[in-house]
């Protein structure tokens, strides 16, 4: 049995984590040159307890499913999770009722210790909340992770479980031979299964619509966000929303597990799929918006911006089963709560595939991960023996973040591994602080050359045409 | 843990002039701490010249102001740790970490900060637009350039007409690359005219005064920028946009003391120089800690960061050397253009003459810059010309300065003449 | 005439230098050294150039090199082509001459930076 999974954003590494329990070859196809680096990297990062969706729907189910599993999950694979509880702020009398209204709908949809508090003891707990707020449901088993902390950690425990995963890997186009299914992709190679399962984010339709005659739409949502610098982490320490509105949850304001403060999303649809460009429009309704919740946020606190696509599927819901046509599995339309579901669909959709094709359970699956080493977050003890142990451990790189060169050589040797500056950045925060990597640019670029046994012009930002530099000094 | 008299942060101009200056007022025992793999700091790269014309009558490169102080203080055999970072400091302990000694505990008697500054990322100024490989701060590029001998693009804007754009415009032109503008936000460079003449007018590079990058496009790699005029309040004039194809943008937007671990340690900082609030001695808040060079404010010379530097490190050794009893404070507020002056604070029972650095908010022309004790002019200097990018400075006789240490107010401010 | 920005100091001034005048005439300089650049740039302008040149076998890439004088304006970019693809080997000491006597103007290309072998 052959599984080729396309995408590797989290729902691809979750659904390859899980099917890895299983007695299948499976391959994951990744456009990219690493794993999270579509909606997987550029999200709220926001574990949701699971009262915004519709009652009875895929949304509504995966979400407070799939939330009761992140302690028990982030301990086993080893990535940043913590309970920080939400609160959705509501600005005026009159919208008191919706307010109720969501908590009556979170009750139906399971989420549990839901309260409605007043401002003033919001503002006890959050001090830099708009005295403008008279009330707020809190939900306190709301959370916060790191998408692509998680994304790796599930990518990692899948290739240690068998699974091989292939990037640079553009799907063109999907067929069939014989009882297969066939994958080409845009370098000619070629990729035969006994069933793909669609993980293709905002191109999700496309690659049900190469196989299959009930087309889908997606519609790839915009969002643009800011993050602050970890001096202004006081702003929130729980989750702060505004009430709903048609397009999604609004503006938040968010902590993240890395220690900053996050504010956005925007909600706008967009044509063009694969543009993460920030706009000037944009950055400033997120700012001015998250104002809203806490007056006094500073602009100058701004370290960088970036945007996220979401997977707005037509319908409205998750798309989650086997296709109308055969060989096709389709997971697609994983939009918010779409991170916090997904460890509950990989679950689903490795139980429902492995029913229909009886796949036995392996008896060598190994389900835990060694989380890599923070130096940043270790005791002097845990430090000086990670040092007398690797002495690249005792030489700082990122000095905004206090990442070590120990740590970036093993994010490039783990499987699968970081290999141009993004996939640095993305699993161990080197260049992600206050500088942005003005200083550790140059010194990531000859670890990465060295590691890669590449030459340094060709050490890329995101994968190939983003080479930093374009030649030597003549 | 061990026990240091003196740990200097920083292995650049100003850690190098502080350790020099402390073993000259009979201090042994000091040991500077440096992140990077040799001393000199950020001078390393810059290789143009016009330093070391106050300090030592001529004209200088930047690695030969940094080898001076380095051949200084390797003949008074001062101890440098290279390639060591330090991770925090508390209750005069500081904590570091290299490959050979691993996290080593420094107990100390006094300490000085001299970790320099940062350049402003392009976060900070929140342009638009992709986030495609090609957009560079200034100094980052300097050193791929003139350290690892990269070269980071071929068609190239640059945002910034302070001294380090300016330069770059050159060195990036020197390497056969084509800059083809520089954009410059306000209606006035920061730089030096002699950079503006000699690394733009030399090269017909057009400079483009009230003007911002308004977004960066480009999918892996830049391909251009789009630049438009601002108003009187600096915001982007609709209509004015203009695309400029190109590979590389260059950042020069500002340089920040680097301050994370003074501000974790508890040290007041000034919200205007995002240094620390110091008095005459150079002692930030925290008794025994000193702070000089760019990570007390930015300079525009490094012959005043050696000079100033000098003087926190003759200042901790008599620190360590006496102790002694702090006097109260009078504070030296700045005002009408002044918009700083260090040292905000100076000792009531100190003696002698004193000096003050500051920055002005614009240029102004025919003014003095005068020194005010409750409500009093004590001192004043003329000056043909201030402007922002030159750090102004007000020197008192030990008469004024003992006028200045008995008042209750004192300001400086900028007077028309 | 040519006009000019005087680099004296930050008062920038706007000067015109009459350099078709013996003895040449300078206005709109408000001091003498202004005067003086003012002539000096209009009739023969030089510069000091500084570049970096590559090192093979050094603890960095690159050492930095300066001009031992001010050379003309004019022959900058040809100084700057003798730099070149040049490689010198390590160790490169501060002051070492990289280039002898540019165009046989008696100013060489020295070493502002000492570049120790690579360990």
């Known amino acids: 049995m052959q599984i080729v999974i396309i995408g590797a954003g989290v729902i691809g590494c979750a659904v390859a984590r899980e099917l890895s329990r299983y007695d299948a070859k499976i391959v994951v196809l990744e456009k990219e040159d690493d794993v999270a680096c579509g909606t997987s990297k550029a999200n709220s990062g926001v574990v949701h307890a699971g009262f915004d969706a519709k009652p009875g729907s895929q949304k509504a189910k995966f979400?407070?499913?799939?939330?009761?599993?992140?302690?028990?999950?982030?301990?086993?694979?080893?990535?940043?999770?913590?309970?920080?509880?939400?609160?959705?702020?509501?600005?005026?009398?009159?919208?008191?009722?919706?307010?109720?209204?969501?908590?009556?709908?979170?009750?139906?949809?399971?989420?549990?210790?839901?309260?409605?508090?007043?401002?003033?003891?919001?503002?006890?707990?959050?001090?830099?909340?708009?005295?403008?707020?008279?009330?707020?449901?809190?939900?306190?088993?709301?959370?916060?992770?790191?998408?692509?902390?998680?994304?790796?950690?599930?990518a990692e425990n899948a290739a240690a479980n068998g699974v091989e995963f292939c990037f640079c890997k553009q799907v063109s186009s999907l067929g069939y031979r014989g009882a297969k299914t066939v994958v080409g992709c845009l370098d000619g190679s070629e990729y035969e299964a006994d069933l793909v399962v669609n993980c293709a984010g905002v191109h999700g339709d496309d690659v049900n619509n190469m196989l299959c005659a009930d087309k889908l739409q997606i519609v790839a949502r915009k969002g643009e966000y800011m993050l602050l610098d970890k001096t202004a982490s006081q702003v929130a320490s729980a989750t702060l929303f505004q009430l709903p509105t048609k397009k999604g949850k609004g503006i938040l304001v968010v902590p993240t597990v890395g220690g900053n403060v996050m504010l956005g999303p925007t909600a706008v649809d967009v044509d063009d799929k694969d543009c993460t460009d920030t706009t000037r429009e944009g950055l400033a309704e997120a700012f001015d918006k998250a104002c809203k919740t806490v007056p006094s946020l500073s602009a100058k606190a701004v370290i960088t911006q970036f945007t996220g696509l979401r997977a707005h599927l037509t319908t409205g819901d998750f798309e989650i089963g086997f296709a109308p046509c055969k060989g096709l599995y389709n997971v697609v339309g994983i939009e918010s709560p779409g991170l916090t579901a997904s460890p509950a669909i990989a679950v689903e959709v490795a139980s429902e595939i492995s029913r229909a094709y009886s796949l036995a359970k392996r008896s060598d699956f190994v389900a835990h991960r060694d989380a890599p080493p923070c130096f940043a977050k270790m005791t002097d003890d845990e430090r000086a023996r990670l040092i007398a142990a690797d002495p690249l451990y005792g030489k700082v790189v990122c000095r905004c973040e206090t990442i070590t060169e120990g740590e970036i050589v093993d994010a490039i040797r783990r499987t699968p591994g970081a290999k141009d500056l993004d996939g640095i950045k993305r699993r161990t925060r080197a260049g992600m602080g206050r500088c942005q990597g003005g200083f550790c640019t140059p010194r990531i670029m000859e670890i990465l050359a060295r590691e890669l046994g590449c030459d340094i012009t060709e050490v890329t930002k995101s994968g190939k045409g983003s080479e930093i530099v374009i030649g030597r000094v003549e | 843990m061990m026990d240091k008299n003196l740990i200097i942060v920083g292995g650049g101009p100003a850690g190098l002039a502080a350790a020099k200056a402390a073993y000259d007022a009979g201090e042994r025992d000091i040991l500077i701490l440096e992140r990077e793999d040799r001393a000199g700091g950020i001078l390393n790269q810059c290789i143009h010249n016009g330093f070391g014309l106050h300090t030592f009558k001529e004209e200088l490169t930047g690695p030969e102001y940094a080898a001076r102080y380095e051949r200084e203080v390797a003949a008074r055999g001062i101890e440098i740790k290279t390639g060591t970072t330090v991770l925090s400091i508390a209750d005069k302990t500081v904590a570091c970490v290299n490959a050979e000694d691993g996290l080593t505990h420094y107990r100390a008697k006094a300490i000085v900060l001299a970790c320099g500054c940062r350049e402003r990322p392009r976060g900070a100024i929140n342009i638009?637009?992709?986030?495609?490989?090609?957009?560079?701060?200034?100094?980052?590029?300097?050193?791929?350039?003139?350290?690892?001998?990269?070269?980071?693009?071929?068609?190239?804007?640059?945002?910034?007409?302070?001294?380090i754009g300016l330069i770059m415009?050159?060195?990036?032109?020197?390497?056969?690359?084509?800059?083809?503008?520089?954009?410059?936000?306000?209606?006035y460079s920061s730089g030096l005219n002699r950079n503006i003449v000699q690394c733009l007018q030399d090269f017909d590079i057009p400079l483009r005064f009230s003007h911002t990058v308004v977004a960066i496009n480009g999918k892996k790699r830049v391909s251009s920028v789009v630049v438009a005029a601002v108003d009187e309040k600096l915001r982007p004039i609709a209509g004015t946009e203009e695309e400029i194809a190109c590979d590389t943008l260059l950042l020069s937007v500002g340089l920040l003391p680097e301050n994370e671990i003074a501000k974790t340690y508890g040290i007041e900082l000034s919200p205007v120089t995002g240094g620390a609030i110091v008095d005459d001695a150079l002692m930030t808040s925290k008794e025994g800690v000193f702070a000089c060079g760019n990570v007390l404010h930015v300079h525009d010379l490094v012959d005043f960061v050696s000079e100033e530097s000098e003087r926190a490190g003759a200042s901790a050794a008599a620190y360590i050397a006496r102790g002694g009893e702090l006097s109260d404070c009078v504070a030296i507020g700045a005002k009408d253009g002044v918009r700083y002056a260090v040292p905000q604070l100076v000792r009531r029972g100190g003696e002698g003459a004193l000096g003050f650095k500051m920055r002005v908010g614009k240029v102004a022309k025919d003014v003095k810059i005068v020194l005010e004790c409750d409500g009093r002019e004590v001192a004043s200097r003329r000056r043909q010309i201030v402007t922002p990018g030159e750090m102004e400075t007000l020197t008192l006789t030990a008469a004024q300065a003992q006028i200045l240490r008995g008042a209750k107010e004192a300001v400086i401010r900028l007077a028309e003449v | 005439m040519k006009e000019m920005i005087c680099i004296c100091c930050p008062m920038g001034c706007r000067l015109k230098v009459y350099d078709d005048q013996d003895p040449i005439r300078v206005e709109g300089n408000t001091c003498a050294r202004g005067a003086k650049y003012g002539a000096e740039e209009a009739v023969s302008p030089k510069r000091v150039v500084t570049a970096t040149v590559r090192v093979r076998g050094g603890e960095i890439a690159m050492a930095s090199v300066k001009t031992s004088g001010a050379i003309a304006k004019s022959s900058v970019f040809d100084a700057l082509a003798l730099l070149k693809g040049k490689v010198v080997d390590a160790p490169v000491r501060e002051g070492d001459v990289i280039v002898g006597n540019i165009f046989g103007t008696g100013v060489d290309f020295v070493a502002t930076k000492t570049v120790e072998k690579a360990q």
Not at chain 1, 93 to 106: F, R, T
Not at chain 1, 137 to 148: E, F, K, M, N, R
Request: charged fraction near 20%.
């Open chain 2, 169 to 187: 415009a050159r060195r990036m032109t020197f390497q056969g690359a084509k800059v083809k503008a520089v954009i410059e936000l306000m209606p």
């Open chain 1, 63 to 154: 979400n407070v499913l799939g939330n009761a599993m992140f302690d028990s999950l982030s301990a086993e694979l080893g990535f940043s999770f913590r309970r920080n509880g939400a609160y959705v702020l509501c600005f005026s009398q009159e919208d008191i009722p919706v307010l109720e209204q969501l908590a009556v709908q979170g009750g139906r949809n399971g989420v549990k210790q839901l309260e409605i508090h007043t401002g003033a003891k919001i503002r006890e707990r959050e001090k830099y909340v708009s005295d403008q707020v008279v009330a707020g449901l809190w939900a306190p088993t709301s959370g916060i992770v790191s998408p692509y902390g998680m994304t790796i950690a599930y």
């Open chain 2, 128 to 163: 638009a637009g992709c986030r495609a490989a090609g957009v560079f701060s200034a100094g980052t590029a300097q050193k791929l350039i003139n350290i690892d001998g990269l070269m980071p693009g071929k068609e190239v804007v640059i945002l910034g007409s302070g001294d």
